[in-house]
Each structure stands twice: as C-alpha cells, then as structure tokens.
C-alpha cells in the first residue's frame, strides 16, 4: 500500500461480510470505491483476503483494531434489518467496540423484510441502534425509514443500491457489443436455487426441457468459489446441476459474474442480489421462492415476476419454463418496466448520502 493511501483519513466499512456472499461484497466494494475516490483509506471488516486483494482494498478482521484507527464506519450489508442469528455475535462484537470507540456511524442501503420493527431484530442489533453514535443513513426498503424515524435518527429512502453496480463495474460499449455477439443464439437461463431433498429429478426434468426447447442453462454459486462449502455457515446450499465447469459459473470477482449475465436473457434466482445485479444491466429477473426482502422489493419495483410457490416450486418451475409464452410475457414486462430506470438512477443517493455524513462529521474528528 501506498504511503498517500495510508496517510488518508481510514473510514471503516462493517457490514454482513464474512461469509464471500456476492450481494454483500458488491455492496463493500462499491462504498469503499466511493471512499477511494473521495481520498479516504476505506477497511472493511472480515471482507475475504484474497477479494480485497484483487481489488485493492483493505481488510481488518479484528474490529477494536478497526474502529481504534478510523474516523467514521460506514455499515452496509442488505438485511442488517432482519432477523439473523448469523449476525448475532458480529452484531454484540459491534455493540461493544462501537461503545470503546464512539466514531460517528452511518448505515447505508440497509433492510429489512419489509416488516421491520425492533422487536424482530437481535438484542445486540437494537442495543446498537440506541447508540448515539449513530448519526444517519439511508434504507432500501421505503417501509424501513419509518423505524430510523422511531429512534430519532434521520434516514433517507433510495432504491436498493446495487442498482448502481454498472456505475463501479462498467462494461464501455465495445466489450458489451462482443459480449453480446459471444452469445449462444439458443436463449440462454441463469439458475441460482437452493438445494431441497429429493429435487434432483426436478432439475434433471429442467435440464431435459432446456434441451427440447433448444436453450441453454447455466447455474451460479453466489459464494466465492475457494470457500470450503462443507463447513459452517455451510454454503454449498445452492444447487449447480452436473457441477461441470462449462455449466457452472463459480463466483471469483464481481465482473466474472457480470459477463456472464450479460451472456444470459434471463435469471431465475432465490436471492435477492443476484438478481438486482442482473437488473441493474437490463437482464430480468425472476424470483422463485425468494425471502420477505425480496417481495418487498418487487412490490415496490412493480415488478411482477415473484413466485412464492411452496415446496413443489421446482415442479412448478418446470412448467413456467415449458410455458414460453408466459414466460416470454414476463421478460418482456421487466423490459418494459417504467420504474426500474428511475430506480436506477435514484440509487446512487446512497452514495450522496454518504458524502453528506462525511462532510458533516469529518471536521469534528480533526
């Protein structure tokens, strides 16, 4: 690192990232980006070492180490808002250090399930709440202001703020018209769905259908791909077909998982960010069995395409492939979607909001 970075003011970045989840490490990288180029040494907390690497960003897993050398802590991470008891002892560590080394706190893009309200969330999260460290932030979900508003911290609505990935990973004109023309002419599926017993003939039956229908499928691990899945939090929930290479997209770094949505016309996802990824560059998006947040964001979004259909959801799944039609309808509703464009563009108020904080709370560290 250079010596100009280490002399710039260290802004900690905290949030859900020490599982390699793909929504929450495109959230740290593009606030610590922001940070960069607003001339400040951004640290995130526990963010995979070799990612950071790659990226060219600090990672510190001790947290006292953390808050004792920063100005401010940007917290960041899809559902903080909701119920995790992943995040239980992240969020007492929080508490804690953030009570030894009161540095003014902003929260950005953060949610809930749509169904926020302090009861729900851990003890910890709430006791970091009541903190008067905490000065503002922005939420993703519009039902979630109401909550910053009962504890008295300003908050602003902007819409989830991956819609601004294309502004931190851009694809220039040329490389997307190749992209395109790489393309197999067959129409070409993203499938990202959790494992459930006694599925396999179901995604056998899908990969038979895609072949019929001369398409072509492709499944994507959200977690990067050099974490053991075997061991806790056990992430090999996802299901990756044959597990061959040709069809499975292993997630190594943002752009990799980019380029190939950008080779798809279609993602059928149970999460989240993944999807809103792929929204974000124009490729619909369609929900099967996905969390609260996720309604949550369809409602507001207009977007029609969520599907809570149960435990025979793959079944179901198999005839909504089979049904091109309708599922041609759907494509062509999130294309046409009036909403997704203006949500775009509103969500780079996070970062907005971030420049705000700083420039109120910076000269008061000096």
Known sequence: MSEQINKAPQIAVWGSYLWGNFGDDVMAIMVSRHLQKQGFHPVVYKLDAKLAEYYGISSESDINILFSGSIACIVGGGGLLCPDNLMDNEWKKFYHSLSQYPIPVHFCSIGGDGNSSLPLLSLYAIKSLLLPNIKSG???L??????????????????DIILSSPIFFPVNSDNYVETKAQKNSKFSIMINLSKRNNIRIIFKLINLLFIFCHSKITYLRTHLSWLNPSKPPFLDYEY???????QVVRYENIE???DALLNSDLIISCKL???VFALSYG???ISINGAKKTKAFFD?????????????????LFFLILNRKKLSSIIDAIHHNTKLPIFRQKSYG????IDKFISKYYASTL
């Open 138 to 140: 922005t939420v993703r």
């Open 142 to 159: 519009e039902s979630d202001v109401k909550l910053f508003e009962e504890l008295e911290i300003d908050c602003e609505f902007y819409p």
């Open 240 to 246: 990756l077909g044959s597990e061959s290479d040709e």
């Open 256 to 258: 990799q998982v980019r």
């Open 273 to 275: 960010h993944a999807g």
């Open 283 to 285: 490729i619909p998006f």
């Open 300 to 316: 507001q979004a207009n977007i029609n395409s969520y599907f809570s259909i149960g435990r025979f959801y793959l079944l179901r």
């Open 350 to 353: 996070h970062f907005e909001a």
